[in-house]
């Protein structure tokens, strides 16, 4: 794939994506259709390339309720994680998929295997910014595959659950954007005007008294020659 065609690739991923979890599903589904038209998700062999076209026929399956389209998701993600077995995106998006189908079974052992995967790699994981909206999604998506499997206690447990991370998460939200105000209205203290450029001027400027000139006659100028005078005659 040519770097410029993997460019436009990843921009409709993410394009796409950003869509599809706004609930803007149809913009979604119409930005993925050409590259499933134009490149059949056999024919990639980057793993990189696999992924966003596997994501782009999720999106595009899951708009449509089109089984096809999850299926040939699946296989593209199969042949992501052949190439790169530890890709937490692979894995998740795979689970997600297999949930999307009803196979349940198969997609809590496909979860658990990205539990397991997680937990290895949970000490490069901790330094990493995970998103909100990504964090109530999987919690959304377990509460969802627990009310499938019709347990009483494990669906209390899933809800009340998610409760509690949607209620952190604008706890933390509202604390974010109370110390992020802080620190602007510190810096905007902070800066004083010689720093923005502007000159320095007194808060109570006093007027100057003003000064007494004293004013000289011209004297005679050397240079100048004299000027005749004409005397007048006497009568």
């Given at each position: ?15 796409a994506w950003a869509d599809f979890l706004v609930n803007k599903v149809a913009i979604a589904e119409r930005r993925a259709a050409p590259w499933l038209a134009e490149w059949p998700l056999g024919s990639a062999t980057d793993a990189d390339a696999l992924l966003m076209l596997a994501d782009l026929a999720h999106i ?176």
């Amino acid at each position: 794939m040519e770097q410029s065609t993997e460019l436009a690739l990843t921009n409709a991923w993410s394009a796409a994506w950003a869509d599809f979890l706004v609930n803007k599903v149809a913009i979604a589904e119409r930005r993925a259709a050409p590259w499933l038209a134009e490149w059949p998700l056999g024919s990639a062999t980057d793993a990189d390339a696999l992924l966003m076209l596997a994501d782009l026929a999720h999106i595009s399956g899951a708009v449509r309720e089109d089984e096809a389209l999850l299926r040939q998701a699946l296989v593209a993600y199969d042949a992501h994680l052949a190439l790169m077995p530890t890709s937490q995106a692979g894995l998740r998006m795979r689970a997600e998929t297999l949930l999307r189908l009803a196979e349940y079974r198969l997609a809590f052992c496909a979860f658990d295997g990205l539990h397991h995967t997680t937990l290895e790699d949970a000490e490069a994981q901790a330094a990493e910014e995970v998103a909100p909206f990504r964090l109530l999604h999987d919690a959304e998506c377990i509460e969802a595959a627990v009310r499938q499997g019709a347990d009483a206690d494990a669906l209390e447990t899933a809800a009340l659950a998610t409760l509690t991370l949607t209620l952190t998460l604008e706890t933390l939200t509202r604390v974010t954007l109370a110390l992020a105000l802080a620190l602007t209205r510190v810096r905007t203290l902070a800066l004083t005007r010689p720093q923005r450029g502007e000159p320095l001027q007194p808060s109570s400027p006093k007027l100057r008294p003003r000064q007494k000139v004293r004013r000289r006659m011209p004297g005679p100028n050397p240079n100048l020659t004299p000027t005749p005078t004409l005397a007048l005659a006497q009568p």
